[in-house]
């Protein structure tokens, strides 16, 4: 069983940065992957980036890419979402999810088998 629980969630101003955490617990070393993921209100869930939990290979939407960084510090079973130059559009509920096993579908959803309880990133222009 895998317990995920964010953090660093709040009102940050348009441009500037904000880093969300995703603490794990359980059978997090035998993992595949880590996904952070996004809803909007009215939108339906969206994919923002994911990180390959051995060999730290990542992938990005790329409506953030080259400003959100993933990554992970493997002493303290937690993952790092770094955003930088924010817009108002990247408001939303942030969730971590995470797939102990190897699917297609980590850049959606439906590869995740565990989800955090979400926390809301709202950006003020």
């Known amino acids: 069983q895998v317990q995920l629980v964010e953090s660093g969630g709040g009102l940050v101003q348009a441009w500037g940065p904000l880093r969300l955490s995703c603490a794990a617990s359980?059978?997090?070393?035998?993992?595949?992957?880590m996904g952070w993921l996004r809803q909007a209100p009215g939108k339906e869930r969206e994919f923002v980036g994911c990180i390959i939990w051995n060999n730290r290979r990542t992938y990005y939407a790329d409506s953030v890419k080259g400003r959100f960084t993933i990554s992970r510090d493997n002493a303290k079973n937690t993952a790092y979402l770094q955003m930088t130059s924010v817009k108002p559009e990247d408001t939303a509920v942030y969730y971590c999810a995470l797939t102990l096993y190897y699917n297609n579908y980590i850049s959606d959803e439906r590869g995740y088998d565990y989800w955090g309880q979400g926390t809301q990133v709202t950006v003020s222009s």
């Open positions: 359980g059978r997090v070393s035998s993992s595949y992957a």
